[in-house]
């Protein structure tokens, strides 16, 4: 199948540091992924549409200023959290549509944890 | 209102027995629909695909109810490894294709 692969899988920061999330597509191209954020017991909120060449789509209520988003190639994005507080404390995933899958159907990168101190 | 919503449960089960999950949405326009099985601590994995007609896979069963907007998986003969929390998902098509997922129902099976 698909596979999606982000880095790093744990990151631990300090308040007010910025943090890079890779999402890479490893063996087909992508020219759109999707940022998700999922709190514990919660569900996977999707933050952000990630178009290759061209700006980022948010959701309502999702900053683009904090949330940064690069889509530079069709097998990489990056979503940059700036100046991160504890309450951007989340799991973060990315996902991948395969262009010879069904239409819809995504696949997830295995996750970032950020916890932010 | 939600996208998608889902009973948060738990479901606690005895091995080998059906249990079943629905899930409804709110865009009468959305066109893909899905399960995913999500472990704790990990991300979602794609349990299967929901098709209007109804699609069996092993123990598990999809159905889509366009009329009620809703879907529903059912697991016959439970296994201790199907505990998990499970995701519906519903693509609204058009433009990028966004997924919007429920907030998952927890599935406990017990021995």
């Known amino acids: 199948g698909a596979v999606v692969s982000q880095h790093p899988s744990w990151v631990i920061c300090k308040s007010g540091t910025s943090v890079k999330i890779e999402c890479r597509s490893l063996?087909?191209?992508?020219?759109?992924m999707f940022w998700y954020r999922q709190f514990p017991k919660q569900s996977l909120m999707l933050m952000a549409t990630?178009?290759?060449?061209?700006?980022?789509?948010?959701e309502q209520g999702v900053e683009k200023d904090k949330f940064l988003i690069n889509h530079a190639s069709l097998t990489l994005s990056t979503l940059t959290v700036t100046s991160a507080h504890p309450e951007d404390s989340s799991f973060y995933i990315c996902?991948?549509?395969?262009?010879?899958?069904?239409?819809?159907?995504?696949?997830f990168g295995p996750g970032t944890r950020l916890l932010v101190l | 209102r939600k996208e998608v919503e889902q009973d948060p449960g738990p479901f606690n089960v005895p091995e080998g027995a059906t249990v079943a999950f629905n899930c409804t949405y709110s865009n009468s326009a959305s066109q893909s629909f899905f399960w995913y099985r999500q472990d704790c601590r990990k991300e979602p994995k794609l349990l299967m695909s929901?098709?209007?007609s109804g699609n069996e896979d092993g123990r598990f069963t999809a159905q889509l109810n366009r009329a009620s907007q809703y879907i529903s998986l059912l697991i016959r003969d439970s296994k201790l490894s199907d505990s998990a929390t499970y995701l519906c998902a519903v693509n609204k098509g058009g433009n990028f294709n966004k997924f919007y997922f429920g907030s998952g129902t927890k599935l406990n099976v017990k021995p």
């Open positions: 990630s178009n290759e060449g061209s700006k980022a789509t948010y």
């Open positions: 063996d087909f191209q992508a020219t759109t």
């Open positions: 996902s991948a549509g395969r262009p010879s899958g069904r239409v819809g159907t995504q696949y």
């Open positions: 929901v098709y209007s």
